[in-house]
């Protein structure tokens, strides 16, 4: 298996919500486990506890090993999605203002109103958190290009929960 | 004075009132239209707009805290049907968090938007329409057929605004729980009702168990477990 796949496997469960991913190709076999910030269901706990405390997360995908395969261990190589850049003091967050379910574009199958890389500046929308059919724009308040977005599209959010993180101009 | 704008025919009163928002209008200025090319709905859906309808949009600056916010739409359900109950002669269910039903049908539908520092209520109320499309049979009705009435649209659409103020006033001045006791006591869909919920991560069924603090619904699955609901389809159970 190449770091090329096993890349491509860490992007599957990442964009699809799925908890635990256990691969076996020939004797390579790889295990990715999401650690944080993983809900799959829509489901919130009052008093906006962490969403993961609650996670009902769906059936592991679990091919069994084979007796010899190796295991070439792999949550390192899955850090929740921006664990790494939310201690980068030189990046700004964009955070939730309600609980609510995040949408990354105006209507399903439409283009994302933002992508990694893109250049924003004030006013600009940046996504939609749906709250009891209140439709939230959420705008850039500074210029800046995306570096990160840490939730995926239909995934339920906290009240204060990092959605994106910018790159101050 | 409220500022109204009519329009005989515009794309979408949501549009207009983005605009009109972004100028800095007053709280409670009102864009209407009696028929809308492109009407919006939840989603990039788009909302049937055909004549006898009242479609507008209402643009509300209320001074609630940004969390609070979502309970404006239950507020603004409670607008609504409470102006059709007094002023049209219906009686209406609301289903969470803000159609308006006669029995299953819907009669009103609200879509909110916060957009430009202010909420945008988009509310469409099937008034004069003798018959609706084979698709909205099933699922939609109007007051024309429910109580075999002409109703003056321009005359309903002050006193739904009167009426979705005075329920904003409410979430002001005496909070969400205030909201919340009201929302209760007006819907059978807040507690002991079968309904399917539609997620982006599927559909789930259950029995609405009550409301949150916040407003979510909460809702019991047949394993016992519970789920809290911020947004997302709810539908009565058997009609699927």
Redesign the interface.
């Known amino acids: 298996m190449t770091i090329e796949e096993i890349r491509e496997l860490i992007q599957t469960v990442c964009s699809t919500g799925v908890a635990e991913l256990e691969v076996q190709r020939g004797e390579n076999r790889v295990w990715i486990k999401r650690t944080a910030g993983v809900v799959t269901q829509e489901i919130h706990v009052p008093q906006h506890a962490p969403a993961a405390s609650v996670a009902a997360a769906p059936a592991p995908m679990h091919i069994p090993p084979a007796p010899a395969a190796v295991t070439i261990a792999a949550p390192q190589a899955a850090p929740a999605p921006g664990d790494a850049d939310l201690t980068d003091p030189t990046l700004e967050a964009v955070k939730s203002p309600i609980v609510g379910t995040f949408y990354e574009a105006p209507a399903p199958g439409a283009d994302a109103f933002v992508h990694v890389g893109d250049p924003i500046k004030p006013g600009k929308v940046l996504c939609i958190i749906e709250s009891m059919k209140l439709m939230n724009e959420i705008e850039a308040e500074i210029s800046g290009t995306i570096v990160k977005r840490l939730v995926d599209n239909g995934q339920p959010v906290e009240y204060g929960e990092t959605l994106y993180l910018v790159k101050p101009n | 004075m409220r500022k109204v704008e009519w329009h005989e025919e515009i794309d979408s009163t949501m549009r207009r009132a983005g605009e009109m928002a972004s100028k800095g209008c007053e709280s409670g200025t009102i864009v209407g239209a009696e028929v809308q090319t492109a009407g919006q709905g ?4 788009t909302w049937e707009s055909q004549q006898g309808g009242l479609y507008f949009t209402m643009i509300l600056r209320p001074k609630v805290e ?2 609070d ?6 507020a603004l359900g409670l607008g609504v049907a409470d102006a059709l109950q007094m002023h049209a002669g219906v009686s209406v269910d609301l289903r ?3 159609d308006v039903l006669v029995g299953e049908k819907k009669l009103a539908g ?6 430009e520092g202010a ?1 945008l209520a988009g509310i469409g109320v099937n008034v004069g329409q003798a018959v609706f499309p084979e698709e909205l049979r099933e699922v939609a009705t109007s007051l024309a057929l429910e109580t075999q009435k002409e109703h003056d649209k321009q005359f309903l659409l002050r006193a739904i605004a009167a009426s979705v103020e005075s329920q904003v006033r409410i979430l002001e001045s005496s909070g969400v729980n205030a909201v919340l006791r009201l929302f209760a006591n007006a819907s059978s869909y807040v507690s002991g009702k079968r309904v399917t ?1 539609e ?4 559909v ?1 069924i259950g029995t609405t168990a009550g409301l ?5 619904l909460v809702v019991r699955r047949e394993d016992g ?1 519970e ?6 389809g709810v539908r009565p159970a058997n009609n699927h």
Not at chain 2, 110 to 115: A, D, F, K, N, Y
Not at chain 2, 199 to 202: F, K, T
Not at chain 2, 212 to 216: K, L, N, R, V, Y
């Open positions: 939840r989603h990039g859906r940004m969390r916010l979502p309970v404006v739409t239950l969470w968090p803000n609200i879509l909110t938007v916060w957009q909420i919920v997620l982006p991560a599927g789930v949150t603090p916040e407003g979510f477990t789920m809290t609901v911020t947004a997302g």
